[in-house]
């Protein structure tokens, strides 16, 4: 009788996850201007698809039709799963363009970071374009035979952060789209000459969700204390809006894109995941370079929670994507990723 009630409360709170799992499948569908709440449910897919299977596993030996129940929601979210996992190999041809993006974690902003490590990777990796996103210097510090362009979050006298470009090739010109309801977050259409041929390259470093350290350890330490209860509701509104605010700068970029004649790509932090509105924004038009080559699930934000994609390498169908990599080794909360790609008829 106890093992029976046992059961029917372990079924319930299954089906809470089995619940929370599939509005995870449709958050990226919801504009969160609508219903922002609804992203916090993409936000935890990896946990909700990973309580799912350890459920499957428990129901495979006390109840097969409750482990139906499950395979069935894991099944009809397939495409969710295809897009947030990669099982790929890499192509074996190594001819492409080597393109990286790296959030700098603030680099000349505070005492913390190397740029001579980021130099010293990109030499080693044979990188041709990097986008470097929270720089701030007063030093241009462009490697030799190289090409920079340093935009700025604003000009307005002051030394501000921004993106740079370096680049092999020739770059044409620099455009910052224009954001609003934004404090230091920013995009920058880079056109860059590459033998002949005019790429347009979106550098995006979308809204941060501005939780601080507190925050986490708040998140970490839950409890029904009012306190904690009255700041997670804080959180939960801060969120709310920052994700509204991306999905707006989201639209602005691919106004931009649909300008765009020629192959384009887009790289950089989007401060969100694959499940969200704002990265579904994006598919109709390009192609993820880890969904083409790499493996797993790839996070690339490393601090408080390693588990989210929120970097990336976006390109357009003139590329063939050969490899995608990524790194930990340049000091930030980030990975620096990057991806070979074969633009066609360029040799």
Known sequence: MMFKLIRHLVFIFNLLVLLALMLSYISSEVNPMVFPYLHFFGLGYLFWLIGTIIFCIFWMFSKFKYLIVNVFVLFIGWNTHQKTFGFNTENSNKNGLQIASFNSMGLGQEVQGNYEDIIAYVEKEKIDILAILEYKSKNDRTPPSWYSQFIPTKKDGVLRPGIQLLSKYPIEKASKIHFDKTIGNMAVRFDVNVQGKTIAIFALHLETNQINHKDYQKIKSPSLHSSYLSSTKKILQKLSRQVKTRSEQSKAVIEEIKKVEGPFLVLGDFNDVPT?????????????????????????????????????????????CNRYFSTKEIYSDHKLVGANLQLHGLH
Do not use: C, H, M, N
């Open 276 to 320: 969200s509105f704002v990265y579904q924004q994006f598919t109709p038009y390009t192609s993820d370079a880890f969904l083409k080559r790499g493996t797993g699930f790839g996070p690339t934000y490393l601090k408080p929670f390693p588990t989210f994609r929120i970097d990336y390498i976006l390109y357009s169908k003139e590329f063939e």
